[in-house]
């Protein structure tokens, strides 16, 4: 018996559906299936990308497209449409059915299909996205060109029946995939759960599209102030705040003038008074007032005393906050304890492990503990960069790091060791199968197969 070497195993095939496992093989960083023992099942070498097996059938992307196979690596489903599931991770087939796509003319098509490569939705203009966590119902979103790109939305169920059909209208859900909004212009909106059971209906502030709801109350808006009704609609606090957020372990963000605060689910302040005041996760609160910053919990207790010049909550890091005092970054852990302390011209987030810090002036690496990883070698970007932008550079994305070094971009990876030379004038998307780079203004793409 042959056994092969490979990089990795994905960390979501723990199940090992169809008793394979996906592996990428060393050297060549290919795709491939391997059965408990090692041995070589399914041969994908040409594949871009490729998702575990779940119910019977994985995800592949070619060059021609994106199909599915069974567990003989025969196809199902031929490579014909752009993504199946691609919102999803590697969290697919969820219900035993996934939206697939594909470009037209400019325009996005989608597709509801079930394991079998069937399609219980025909491809149809739009987009069709999963809005409840746990049933099998889709949104479908048109932009009519016709009408200056006009929003139109509808509902769909699992086995391809309208609900509601495609109108002139918002359909929004909460974050957590439990409630529906339906809102259209001079009619009002109405709330729905995931049983598609009606819960109110009132007439909508404009510009309101977002559902606040958790721990069984929704925030909503009527004559310019929010209160909250719970899910029989019934009203439990009075609409007299001018904003409200969802409840979160039994505690919600309220501002009444400037005043920001936490409320407990019987309107009882449990907090301070603040300038500004936000969530930033289960436990902690940034707070603001007058022109500086700390951290609270959720019972109103102050975790970090207001004497931080900022503080920069990265939803996406590795749960430390970045603070600064007296011009200096450091950080704090998600118990508000200072884990580095502010020594730092600059940091981006934590991401795998390593934050972009800058010091004299140049940008290195370090980690959690304050070690070095990789020196502090690099030039600032070479302009100006949104925040997305700097997020997606100096920072480990799917395990390399964008930088600059004499006045070009180029790659490295998490050891500070170069995976192009410095040459590029730009670098723009970054995945685990191509970097777009610019030189010269032209745009190319590099495979990172065999990395």
Same mark, same amino acid.
């Given at each position: 018996?042959?056994?092969?070497?490979?990089?990795?195993?994905?960390?979501?095939?723990?199940?090992?559906?169809?008793?394979?496992?996906?592996?990428?093989?060393?050297?060549?960083?290919?795709?491939?299936?391997?059965?408990?023992?090692?041995?070589?099942?399914?041969?994908?070498?040409?594949?871009? #990308?490729?998702?575990?097996?779940?119910?019977?059938?994985?995800?592949?992307?070619?060059?021609?497209?994106?199909?599915?196979?069974?567990?003989?690596?025969?196809?199902?489903?031929?490579?014909?449409?752009?993504?199946?599931?691609?919102?999803?991770?590697?969290?697919?087939?969820?219900?035993?059915?996934?939206?697939?796509?594909?470009?037209?003319?400019?325009?996005?098509?989608?597709?509801?299909?079930?394991?079998?490569?069937?399609?219980?939705?025909?491809?149809?203009?739009?987009?069709?996205?999963?809005?409840?966590?746990?049933?099998?119902?889709?949104?479908?979103?048109?932009?009519?060109?016709?009408?200056?790109?006009?929003?139109? #939305?509808?509902?769909?169920?699992?086995?391809?029946?309208?609900?509601?059909?495609?109108?002139?209208?918002?359909?929004?859900?909460?974050?957590?995939?439990?409630?529906?909004?339906?809102?259209?212009?001079?009619?009002?909106?109405?709330?729905?759960?995931?049983?598609?059971?009606?819960?109110?209906?009132?007439?909508?502030?404009?510009?309101?599209?977002?559902?606040?709801?958790?721990?069984?109350?929704?925030?909503?808006?009527?004559?310019?102030?929010?209160?909250y009704i719970d899910t029989h609609g019934r009203v439990i606090i009075e609409s007299v705040y001018d904003d409200a957020q969802a409840f979160v372990q039994g505690v919600a963000v309220v501002r009444?003038?400037?005043?920001?605060?936490?409320?407990?689910?019987?309107?009882?302040?449990?907090?301070?008074?603040?300038?500004?005041?936000?969530?930033?996760?289960?436990?902690?609160?940034?707070?603001?007032?007058?022109?500086?910053?700390?951290?609270?919990?959720?019972?109103?207790?102050? #975790?970090?005393?207001?004497?931080?010049?900022?503080?920069?909550?990265?939803?996406?890091?590795?749960?430390?906050?970045?603070?600064?005092?007296?011009?200096?970054?450091?950080?704090?852990?998600?118990?508000?304890? #200072?884990?580095?302390?502010?020594?730092?011209?600059?940091?981006?987030?934590?991401?795998?492990?390593?934050?972009?810090?800058k010091k004299n002036h140049k940008w290195g690496f370090i980690n959690s503990n304050n070690q070095t990883v990789i020196d502090f070698i690099y030039d600032e970007p070479l302009k100006d960069m949104?925040?997305?932008?700097?997020?997606?550079?100096?920072?480990?994305?799917?395990?390399?790091?964008?930088?600059?070094?004499?006045?070009?971009?180029?790659?490295?990876?998490?050891?500070?060791?170069?995976?192009?030379?410095?040459?590029?004038?730009?670098?723009?998307?970054?995945?685990?199968?191509?970097?777009?780079?610019?030189?010269?203004?032209?745009?190319?793409?590099?495979?990172?197969?065999?990395?």
């Amino acid at each position: 018996m042959v056994f092969l070497a490979f990089d990795h195993l994905d960390a979501y095939t723990g199940s090992c559906d169809e008793g394979l496992f996906l592996a990428q093989l060393k050297p060549s960083a290919n795709y491939a299936f391997l059965d408990q023992y090692g041995s070589l099942v399914i041969d994908l070498s040409d594949a871009l #990308m490729v998702k575990p097996f779940r119910h019977g059938v994985a995800i592949v992307k070619t060059y021609d497209g994106t199909g599915l196979i069974n567990a003989q690596g025969a196809w199902v489903l031929e490579p014909t449409y752009e993504d199946i599931d691609h919102l999803r991770g590697f969290d697919v087939f969820q219900f035993h059915r996934a939206v697939a796509t594909r470009y037209q003319d400019g325009q996005i098509y989608s597709a509801l299909i079930d394991t079998t490569g069937k399609e219980i939705i025909p491809l149809t203009q739009g987009l069709l996205t999963p809005i409840f966590n746990h049933k099998p119902i889709y949104t479908l979103t048109v932009f009519d060109a016709s009408d200056n790109n006009q929003l139109q #939305m509808g509902i769909y169920d699992g086995d391809g029946r309208v609900l509601i059909p495609v109108k002139d209208q918002l359909i929004t859900t909460d974050d957590n995939g439990e409630i529906a909004k339906i809102c259209r212009a001079d009619q009002g909106c109405i709330l729905l759960d995931q049983n598609f059971h009606f819960i109110t209906e009132w007439m909508a502030e404009s510009g309101d599209s977002t559902v606040r709801y958790g721990n069984g109350l929704i925030a909503i808006k009527q004559h310019d102030k929010y209160g909250y009704i719970d899910t029989h609609g019934r009203v439990i606090i009075e609409s007299v705040y001018d904003d409200a957020q969802a409840f979160v372990q039994g505690v919600a963000v309220v501002r009444s003038g400037d005043a920001w605060y936490l409320i407990d689910k019987h309107n009882q302040p449990i907090s301070q008074v603040y300038d500004g005041l936000i969530r930033y996760d289960e436990r902690l609160y940034i707070a603001e007032k007058l022109g500086k910053y700390g951290i609270i919990d959720r019972d109103g207790k102050v #975790m970090q005393p207001l004497s931080y010049d900022e503080i920069k909550a990265y939803i996406t890091g590795d749960g430390l906050l970045a603070v600064k005092q007296h011009g200096l970054w450091g950080f704090v852990n998600r118990d508000a304890k #200072m884990v580095i302390k502010p020594q730092y011209q600059a940091v981006n987030y934590f991401a795998d492990g390593l934050a972009a810090t800058k010091k004299n002036h140049k940008w290195g690496f370090i980690n959690s503990n304050n070690q070095t990883v990789i020196d502090f070698i690099y030039d600032e970007p070479l302009k100006d960069m949104s925040l997305l932008e700097f997020s997606q550079a100096y920072a480990v994305t799917d395990g390399v790091i964008a930088v600059v070094k004499d006045g070009k971009w180029g790659i490295i990876d998490t050891q500070g060791v170069a995976k192009t030379d410095f040459i590029y004038d730009e670098i723009g998307l970054i995945d685990k199968h191509f970097i777009m780079v610019i030189k010269d203004g032209q745009t190319s793409h590099i495979t990172r197969k065999g990395w």
